[in-house]
């Protein structure tokens, strides 16, 4: 019964519209011949229901129905609504006509009728919807009592769907705009003025009295937007963003959600749109085996994966809770994939060779390691062991395996290492080149730098010091870093393995460096603080094993360009696979005895370039531009 009612609730709008539709039809018709032979000296005498007038209404009728007439709603009427009432409106007549002339010959018919019908039906149908619209848009219009005065930065499009989207709700009542746009000044946009230019944000907020300020100009690049945000941040008044068109089509926002201006809002990354093609072609119905699953590019590894065609997917994790969680969230987004959890060790060869003959995989990507600067300094032992032994162990399975595709998620600090992280992973792009072979395994490794709000990172260490009030700790005033959000990471990765080269090492454009004081001082204010003021910045100095800046490229190494702009692959330094088991026997041997000693010489021994922060005389490495977006502006 409820069914039955809830269907019958639906039709009937639909079923009135209809109705409405050909009365009108039938209005315009006879509407039409009156005036032809009014104007006669005798006159037609017209019946209401002719077999004329019921071909008319039927052909008329058959292609509104055709053209979709009846999935519009009127609540949304607009200028596409009315050209489409227009087309269906000739081609209604030329039905007509064909079925009257078959009928008879179109005796009776005026041909001034004829020639006037589409314009007046159009007319008739536009009438009803456009003034339904226009009550509705009034009535949206009495905003309820105690809504948000909103003001709105941007009249674009952007900017008159935005109006619509807040008058919806009824929380919020929008009283104008500010746009930098001369030809914009003193207009009006569903009903509102623009008010002036963004850069007097302040003044008219407070002479209009807004409670709320929102930047509706998701497409701006990174340099007006932070323009724009300090803007908002000196008027004093909170501030909101329309989401980027990419976040709503990738699930990260909602359409119409006004969204909390984020950190990686203001790092001035102009990402570029992945080929997509390429990755799913490469990617399409593979099984893949991803360790380190429970981690932060991890797991985002594995949804991107199931997002675009894998499978199958493994997940190899030592933390069970990571891996629940990362097993879950797969499952319940992507229920079509098939997911197989191996809890266990990647450094244990048994584990990783039971992984492989479950998922049979034709790609593995190695993201399992331990990459916390500070710590590793003082954990020789287990750096070397999860990020050197362990990747050799996985790299040395999927050869043996015959695994079409290895891929090492490496970092920008094994690029002339000067701490135990660097070092390790340096070692670790070694082992995997002196297994390369031609007619097995490619061995890819992807270096790029800290990705926003991993595990660790100093962005959800900011956060928590800002939400206890501070002090926010910064190592130095100078210190910069690279950064580029996980999503975006994980895409270029999927990008990288899919140029097809039997041993590259890629490295990810990672945008301009950024200053950590500066994180900090944005971090503070998007939070509504003032710092100095409300949450000081405390300057600790270097950690162990911290340089001031970090470099994307080893001199000896030699770049080039590949078919994406935000990639660069570089021509692999020669490793010799005798020196290497020999320096990595040494290390399983010395890591067996718990000889720290031995490990450190091993280690400086196998890596040449390592250069300890401690006794490097010019750690304040320089900061070198990334090659590929040089040659690309140019």
Known sequence: MTTRMERLKYRLPRLAVIVHDLV?????????????????????????????????????????????????????????????IFKASVLGLL?????????????????????????ALTILLSTPRLLFRAWKDHRLLQTSVGAERVLILGAGQSGEALVRDLRRTGRYDPIGFLDDAATLRGARM?????????????????ETGAQLLVIAMPSIDATDRRRIIGLCEDSGLPFRMVPKLADILEGRSLPGELKEVAIEDLLGREPHAPDWKAIRGWLGA?????????????????????????????????????????????????????????????????????????AEPEAVFHAAAYKQVPLLQQQLREAVRNNVLATDVVARACRDAKI???????????????????????????????????????????????VL????????????????????????????????????ACLLILQAASIGAQQAVYTLDMGDPVSIRMLADQMIRLAGKQPGKDISIEYIGLRSGERLHETLFHADERYSQTQYPDILQATPRAVQPER??????????????????????????????FNPVESAPGHDAVVVAFPGRRAHQG
């Open 580 to 609: 290497m088991e020999l320096a990595l026997k040494q290390l399983r041997d010395a890591t067996q005895a718990y000889d720290l000693v031995a490990l450190e010489l091993a280690l400086r021994d196998a890596v040449p370039e």
């Open 24 to 84: 009108m039809v039938w209005l315009c018709w006879q509407g039409l011949h009156y005036l032809r032979y009014a104007m006669q000296p005798t006159q037609l005498d017209l019946v209401p229901v002719s077999s004329t007038v019921l071909i008319v209404m039927v052909a008329q009728g058959l292609v509104f129905w055709q053209v979709g007439l009846y999935r519009g709603l009127w609540r949304f009427a607009s200028v596409p609504d009315l050209l489409n």
């Open 404 to 450: 079409g595709t290895f891929v090492l998620i490496s970092t920008d600090k094994a690029v002339d290492p000067v701490n135990v992280l660097g070092a390790s992973k340096r070692l670790a792009e070694m082992a995997c080149q002196a297994l390369v072979d031609a007619r097995t395994t490619r061995m890819i490794t992807v270096r790029f730098g800290n």
């Open 286 to 358: 593979r099984s893949v085996l991803v360790t380190g699953a429970g981690g932060s590019i991890g797991s985002e590894l594995c949804r991107q994966c199931a997002k675009h065609g894998a499978h199958r997917i493994a997940l190899v994790e030592i933390n069970e809770l990571a891996l629940l969680t990362t097993e879950t969230e797969l499952r319940r987004d992507f229920p079509d994939i098939s997911c197989i959890p191996v809890l266990g060790d990647c450094g244990d060869p048994a584990v990783i060779r039971h992984a492989l003959r479950l």
């Open 95 to 119: 039905a007509a006509v064909v079925g009257l002339f078959f009928y008879s010959r179109l005796d009776l018919v005026s041909r001034s009728a004829l020639l006037l019908y589409p314009f």
């Open 453 to 488: 709000d991993s595990a660790g990172s100093v962005v959800p260490l900011f956060r928590e010091q800002i939400r206890r009030g501070g002090p926010v700790t910064v190592t130095d005033p100078e210190v910069t870093r690279y950064f580029m959000t996980i999503p975006e």
């Open 190 to 206: 569903q009903g509102l003025p623009v008010l002036g230019k963004i850069a007097d944000v302040a003044r008219i907020g407070r």
